[in-house]
C-alpha cells in the first residue's frame, strides 16, 4: 500500500471517529430511531417454530449457527431449520424453502445483501425477521439499535424480542441501451451516481482488512467526477431537470460510524427522503461533510433533501446505481417507491 493512501486512512479514520462520537451523542439526545407510527409489540407466541438463514462464509456464521440453536434447546421449541445461502444463489430459493416450513420467525443471518434478499420474500407475509448482523455495514441492525457485535443478544432479540411493522421500497431499474429490466427491495438507503461508483471501487481487500472505513479511500478518488445532467419527478410533479453526483432515496438514516447522515428519515413513516448531491468541488464535498457532521439545519445549494413517496429519475446516459451497499447495475430511468409499513421486524424492548 503507498504511502499517500495510508496518510488518507488515518486522517479518514480519524474524522469518522470524532464523526462517530458526536454521531452516538446526538442519537442519545435526540432518538432520532424511534418509531413514529406505533410502538413495537409482544409476539404473543409462547413457542415458535424457527427458519434460519444463514451466510456460511461470514466470520461468525458458524458460532451464530450454535447460539441459535442452544436457544432454541433451552425454550423447548423443535430445533430451527437451517438454510445456507450460497456464490450462486443469496437467499432467493433458501427463503423459498423457509417459508415452506411455516416459520412464525425466519432469522436472517449475513450482511446487507442477505438481509435484503430475505426481506424481498418477507415483505406482506406478517411472518417476523429476526436479525443476526454478520456484515461489514448491518446497516438495517443500526437503524433498528441492535449492537452489531453484540452476537448473544442479537439472537435474543431475534427470538425472544418484542417486533414492529417498518417500511420497505422498491427500486425499478431500467437500461435502454442493454434492454435490461429488473425490480429489487431495499430497506436503508439506494442511490445513483457517485455513492454507486464507489460501492463498485472499493478495494476488497482493504475491505477486509480495515471493513467500511475502505469506501473510503475510494471515495477520496472518485471525488474529482464530472456531474451529470438528470430529470427527477417526486410523487407524479413536473420534472426538473439537475446536474448531479448522486441522488439517495433513504428510507432510514444511520449509517457506520455513528452518522446519522439523513436524521429525518423514519423507518416507519411511509415516506422515503430523496437527497439530491450537487457539489462542483472539494468545498461544496466539505461542506456536505460539516453540514451532516453537526445536523445543521441550514440549506445548502449542492444537497437538497426532499420527501416523496414515489420517485422517477430519467438519465440521458446509463448511471450506476446500488441498493444498501450492493451495485445492482446501469441504469436510464429508475422508479423507486416506498413500501409502508409492510415488514414485520423483531427489536430490543425499548423501541
Known amino acids: 500500500m503507498s504511502d499517500w493512501i495510508l496518510y488518507v486512512l488515518i486522517g479518514v479514520a480519524l474524522a469518522f471517529a470524532i464523526s462517530s462520537w458526536w454521531g452516538v451523542r446526538k442519537l442519545k439526545d435526540l432518538h432520532m430511531r424511534s418509531a413514529v407510527a406505533e410502538d413495537a409489540h409482544d409476539s404473543g407466541l ?50 423459498q424453502a423457509a417459508l415452506a416450513t411455516k416459520p412464525d420467525v425466519v432469522l436472517v443471518g449475513g450482511g446487507d445483501g442477505t438481509v435484503r434478499v430475505a426481506a424481498e420474500s418477507l415483505a406482506h407475509t406478517g411472518v417476523a425477521m429476526g436479525l ?46 442493454t434492454g435490461h429490466s429488473s425490480e429489487h427491495v431495499f430497506l436503508v438507503i439506494a442511490g445513483i451516481g ?108 449542492v444537497m437538497t433533501v426532499y420527501r416523496s413517496g414515489r420517485v422517477v429519475i430519467k438519465c440521458p446516459e446509463p448511471m450506476p446505481t446500488q441498493l444498501d451497499g450492493d451495485t445492482s447495475g446501469e441504469a436510464t430511468r429508475l422508479t423507486v417507491q416506498v413500501d409502508p409499513r409492510s415488514l414485520l421486524v423483531r427489536v430490543k424492548g425499548g423501541l
Request: glycine share 8%; aromatic share 6%.
Open 46 to 95: 409462547a413457542e415458535q417454530r424457527v427458519a434460519v438463514i444463514l451466510n456460511p462464509v461470514k466470520a461468525r456464521a458458524q458460532e451464530a449457527k450454535e447460539t441459535i440453536q442452544r436457544a432454541c434447546l433451552a425454550a423447548g421449541w423443535d430445533a430451527p431449520a437451517f438454510f445456507e445461502t450460497t456464490l450462486e444463489d443469496p437467499g432467493f430459493s433458501q427463503m
Open 132 to 177: 443476526i448482523p454478520l456484515g461489514t455495514g448491518n446497516l438495517l441492525a443500526r437503524n433498528v439499535e441492535l449492537d452489531v457485535n453484540d452476537l448473544h443478544g442479537n439472537v435474543q432479540t431475534a427470538l425472544f424480542g418484542r417486533q414492529r411493522f417498518i417500511d420497505t421500497a422498491r427500486m425499478g431499474i431500467h437500461n435502454s441501451r
Open 194 to 301: 457517485m455513492d454507486a461508483e464507489v460501492l463498485a471501487d472499493t478495494n476488497a481487500g482493504l475491505k477486509k482488512a480495515v471493513g467500511w472505513l475502505a469506501y473510503t479511500e475510494a471515495g477520496m478518488r472518485h471525488l474529482p467526477g464530472r456531474r451529470k445532467k438528470i430529470s427527477i419527478s417526486l410523487d407524479g410533479s413536473p420534472e426538473q431537470v439537475r446536474n448531479i453526483r448522486s441522488v439517495l432515496f433513504a428510507n432510514c438514516g444511520l449509517v457506520p460510524g455513528g452518522i446519522d447522515f439523513i436524521p429525518q428519515a423514519m423507518i416507519d413513516d411511509g415516506m422515503l427522503d430523496v437527497v439530491v448531491m450537487s457539489p462542483r468541488s472539494a468545498l461544496g464535498w466539505l461542506l456536505m461533510y460539516v453540514k451532516v457532521l453537526f445536523k445543521h439545519s441550514g440549506k445548502l445549494p
